[in-house]
């Protein structure tokens, strides 16, 4: 079946850091990949996506890039902000039922 | 647009006791899903509908879960007879297909303890 594996945290930056979480995944086919953020006490809310291979999804400063070759879609940052503390989920959505399958979440901290 | 809505927002309740939640989809969204996330997990998918019709269910959704969505709008997913193990955070999302399918708007959420 699908899945997806996301780097442990909790990770801890300074503002104004470069930031890396690494996510990959298992699935047949040729799965739409996400990345959700929660904020504390909300619910996820879609950060980015990207439907094929070599896309680049990106939106507030994040990017991700799919790559099938090494099934992975890691996030990044140029330089973290406090308000993107949160708790980030990269997810996968493959075939025509659409359901999505995530991993466990990594939780950032930043730092003033 | 008003985005997905969940009620309650939490839920308390007692161990053997039964409790529904409702959700409101984006208006036109015509899929509409059910995940249940544990402290420290990602969410898993429970179950989902296409308009009325449930399409899908996990093995995670035992004999004490159901879910409805008779009329193709909101949707309700009850638990009977509760037990602690299902205390969690429940997350309904809704989808327009065709076409934008693969893209999921996530509610809020209806945190459940049970004691």
């Known amino acids: 079946g699908n899945s997806v594996t996301q780097m442990e945290g909790p990770v801890t930056l300074s503002e104004e850091a470069f930031l890396t979480i690494n996510c990959t995944y298992t699935a047949t086919g040729y799965p739409s990949l996400f990345w959700y953020v929660q904020y504390p006490g909300e619910g996820l809310q879609l950060l980015l996506k990207?439907?094929?291979?070599?896309d680049k999804g990106s939106n507030k400063g994040f990017e991700a890039t799919y790559r099938k070759e090494t099934t992975s879609f890691h996030l990044e940052k140029g330089s973290v902000q406090v308000s993107d503390s949160a708790v980030y989920f990269c997810?996968?959505?493959?075939?025509?039922?659409?359901?999505?399958?995530f991993g466990d979440g990594t939780t950032l901290t930043v730092k003033p | 647009d008003t985005g997905v809505s969940q009620d309650p927002r939490h839920k308390i309740t007692k161990r053997g006791q039964n409790v529904t939640f409702r959700c409101d989809p984006i208006?036109?969204?015509?899929?509409l899903y059910w995940y249940r996330q544990t402290l420290g997990q990602g969410p898993e998918f429970l179950t989902y509908?296409?308009?009325?019709?449930?399409?899908?269910k996990s093995r995670l959704l035992s004999d004490r879960f159901s879910a409805e969505r008779p009329k193709g709008s909101f949707s309700t997913l009850e638990i009977q007879r509760t037990e602690q193990g299902d205390s969690a955070m429940y997350l309904c999302?809704?989808?327009?297909?065709?076409?934008?399918?693969?893209?999921?708007?996530f509610g809020p959420g209806t945190r459940l303890l049970v004691l």
């Open positions: 208006s036109e969204h015509n899929r």
């Open positions: 999302a809704s989808s327009k297909q065709p076409g934008n399918q693969e893209t999921q708007y």
């Open positions: 509908f296409q308009n009325e019709a449930q399409l899908e």
């Open positions: 997810a996968l959505s493959g075939g025509n039922a659409g359901k999505s399958t």
């Open positions: 990207a439907t094929k291979a070599d």
